[in-house]
């Protein structure tokens, strides 16, 4: 609708311009005349309007003459004038006209324009949604098969990692029937030679407690009129090197003498062979010894 | 990580277990036990220091001041009951008189197990006062909770000069009874019969008293006819003994104290051995009124006489036992002299003696456990102890001249009459065998010990 609004007005317009433009133009030559008569350095410049203005710009004379002419030209020229006017009508009808035409040609021209836009656009739009679903497609295609990758490699994976799990595994069951088999011989190896330790420690004790056990027998004078039966229970205390520390009755035989008998005798036989080796000797830093005057040393002289 | 951790873990477990069993099975074993059961048969080792006021050096013992040198005498005592290994005196260099200055190592060092301390000073006219210590020079070590038993005995005594060797001997006797848990015999005296032959005279007899030891001796009788067999009744204070002063054998009682004595017996024939029972109210004696020479008893309040062996052997020598229920004498009833044991209560005789073929003059040691004798082989005698529950016989003295065994009150030590230097002398041997003594020599032969008991 506004096309046809805009294509109306717009017939009219340009003659309608164009016979208000040769109007003013003619008031302006007949108010301008005199002054107009020295030529102006100005209008030396200016070269179009120079050859305007030349062509009516004559002298006063002249100007009278013409304004004469004008006037009577004046009724020709209105008369010129709206047969021009009509023409021009004429013309601008004709030009509407063409106008019309033309524009109606372009708006079909544009139209089919359009309808190519269109339909190219439609192609396009055509040719794009096939891309597009090509896309989609590929897309999805790419899609499922990174999924399916994916599937396959998270199945590759878990694959892997059953597998590795179950090596995994196996190899700790392995490491752990090594380890307890390991183990078990560290165990018997441990006790082995803790026995052996115990052994050697045992055999060393042995060794030295019959040294320290002859030592102070040899030392003990067994006191006389001593019931046989009785028995006085001592506790020493050795420094390293065996020297005799402390000797305290721990049971009383009942009789001091039998008690001071064993007390001196251990006295008297500090130092008692001990193992110089510390760790041995800690296990004769105290000696518990039980004294009982069973019998007489028949190798004592 | 797993590997390791596990390893760790396990290593852990081991070491857990290891520290259990040690920490449970340590305890027991981180003090060692020992069990002895043997020692020596060793005298005991001792030093008598010098007493303080006292001569240092009393090696001349002749002299009276001398005789009254407490340390030395006390040495002496030790010394010769065999059961003391007195220290030489002449080693010792230090000389504390009481127990507060003692330098145990010293004393350790010197050998010794005990020390024997003291102190005399005047106390008034004729009087002195002396202390003395003896003390365990192992005890004073740390002894747990009033460990101060080093002080074995300690006393203090005022006494006459006069008194000091029988105070010394009194010292002696505590010294033995603390270290040996018997009592000491060094208070008790001993009757003997002394012969002194002069030429051109007829020999005199003297019954004498003195100090076990020889010292002191006092005549307790005199006579130009023989004196034999003294026996000490058993509180001490009596002596029986068998004299001849009347040309033939007569048993007669003496009280030492005041030299009053009674006729007892005298039958026809023998009359003599004569052996107090251990109540003092009856006399074993050998008499033969009734033909060849047998054991009687004589009740002392009525002069009852029971006889109590018979046959048609010679058995003498009687000697009761501790329980006083049986008597020994010496019998050659088997062929040669041997000892018989007589049962007081039903009469039954049994020998017991089967070692060689000649052992008389037995008596019982105070536990009635042994025997003492004389035993001849191949022509010496010496004295013999035998054992009655395990049988045991051990020669006690071996100069091959000893006669009349006595033994003295605690068994210790057995007195007999032996020749030195052309005479007779009493000599000592510990019932162990360790020591063999002389008694100091005296004016004649001397014959026929007998040992007091104990003397209140």
């Known amino acids: ?301 | 990580m797993i590997r390791q951790s596990k390893r760790f873990l396990q290593r852990c477990a081991v070491l857990s277990l290891l520290t259990y069993l040690f920490l449970f099975s340590v305890p027991s074993q981180a003090e060692l036990n020992l069990e002895l059961t043997k020692g020596i048969d060793r005298a005991l080792p001792i030093a008598v220091v010098p007493f303080a006021g006292q001569a240092r050096d009393a090696s001349n013992s002749d002299t009276k001041q001398a005789q009254q040198n407490i340390a030395a005498t006390i040495q002496s005592d030790l010394q010769h009951s065999g059961r003391f290994k007195v220290t030489d005196p002449q080693s010792i260099k230090r000389f504390p008189h009481t127990a507060d200055g003692i330098n145990y190592r010293y004393w350790q060092k010197l050998g010794v197990d005990d020390i024997v301390v003291g102190n005399v000073e005047p106390a008034g006219i004729g009087k002195v006062k002396v202390s003395f210590d003896l003390i365990d020079v192992y005890g004073k070590a740390k002894t747990g909770p009033g460990g101060s038993n080093y002080l074995l005995a300690s006393k203090e005594f005022v006494v006459k000069k006069s008194d000091l060797r029988r105070l010394a001997h009194h010292i002696s006797d505590i010294v033995y009874k603390e270290l040996t848990g018997k009592a000491g015999i060094f208070s008790t005296r001993v009757a003997y019969i002394v012969v002194q032959r002069t030429q051109g005279k007829p020999p005199q007899y003297l019954l004498e008293v003195s100090d076990f030891d020889g010292y002191d001796p006092h005549v307790l009788l005199h006579s130009d006819q023989p004196i034999m067999s003294p026996a000490w009744s058993p509180d001490g204070k009596e002596l029986a003994y068998v004299s001849f002063e009347k040309k033939h054998a007569e048993i007669y009682v003496v009280d030492v104290a005041s030299g009053k004595r009674r006729l007892v017996t005298s039958y026809p024939g023998i009359n003599g051995a004569p052996a107090w029972s251990p109540n003092g109210k009856q006399l074993a004696v050998v008499l033969s009124k009734g033909g060849n020479p047998r054991i009687y008893t004589i009740d002392l309040a009525t002069n009852k006489v029971t006889v109590v062996t018979r046959g048609w052997s010679i058995d003498t020598e009687p000697s009761w036992a501790p329980d006083g229920k049986s008597l020994l004498f010496t019998s050659d009833r088997g062929g040669s002299p041997q000892i018989y044991r007589v049962n007081l209560a039903n009469g039954k005789i049994a020998r017991m003696s089967f070692n060689g073929s000649y052992n008389a003059s037995a008596s019982f040691a105070p536990d009635g456990q042994e025997i003492v004798m004389l035993h001849k082989n191949g022509g010496l005698f010496n004295v013999a102890l035998q054992n009655l529950h395990t049988g045991t016989f051990n020669l006690l003295t071996n100069l091959g001249q000893d006669q009349s065994p006595t033994m003295a009150p605690n068994g210790s030590m057995v007195m007999y009459a032996t020749r030195f230097g052309g005479r007779g002398v009493l000599a000592v041997a510990s019932t162990d065998g360790r020591v063999q003594m002389r008694l100091p020599a005296r004016n004649g032969d001397v014959q026929e010990p007998a040992w007091s008991p104990f003397l209140s």
């Open chain 1, 1 to 301: 609708m506004s096309f046809s609004v805009e294509t109306k007005t717009s017939s009219y317009k340009l003659p309608l311009i164009l016979a208000i433009m040769v109007h003013a133009i003619l008031i302006w030559f007949i108010f301008t005349n005199v002054e107009l008569a020295v030529p102006t350095p100005v209008a030396q410049k200016r070269q179009k309007p120079v050859d305007i203005v030349k062509a009516v710009a004559v002298n006063q004379a002249q100007v009278e003459d013409e304004i004469a002419k004008i006037k009577a030209g004046q009724q020709q020229k209105q008369q010129r004038q709206a047969a021009q006017q009509r023409k021009l009508q004429k013309l601008a009808q004709q030009a509407a006209q063409a106008r019309a035409k033309e524009q109606a040609r372009l708006k079909q021209l544009k139209a089919e324009q359009a309808k190519l836009q269109k339909l190219q656009a439609q192609k396009q739009r055509a040719a794009e949604k096939r891309l597009a679903d090509l896309k989609k497609r590929q897309a999805a295609q790419q899609q499922s098969l990174a999924k399916l990758e994916k599937q396959q490699a998270v199945a590759a994976t878990e694959n892997a990692k059953q597998e590795a799990l179950a090596k995994q595994q196996a190899a700790q069951a392995q490491q752990k029937k090594i380890a307890q088999q390991e183990a078990a011989k560290q165990a018997a190896e441990d006790k082995a030679a803790t026995q052996a330790r115990a052994q050697e420690l045992q055999g060393v004790v042995n060794k030295y407690a019959v040294m320290i056990k002859q030592s102070i027998e040899q030392r003990w004078i067994i006191p006389d009129n001593i019931n046989k039966d009785m028995s006085t229970k001592l506790q020493v205390r050795l420094a390293p090197g065996g020297t005799v520390v402390d000797v305290r009755v721990i049971t009383s035989s009942g009789d001091t003498r039998l008690d001071r008998s064993a007390r001196a005798a251990v006295f008297k036989a500090s130092p008692l062979p001990v193992p110089s080796e510390p760790q041995m000797f800690d296990r004769f830093r105290v000696l518990n010894l039980t004294l009982r005057p069973e019998g007489v040393l028949t190798s004592s002289t």
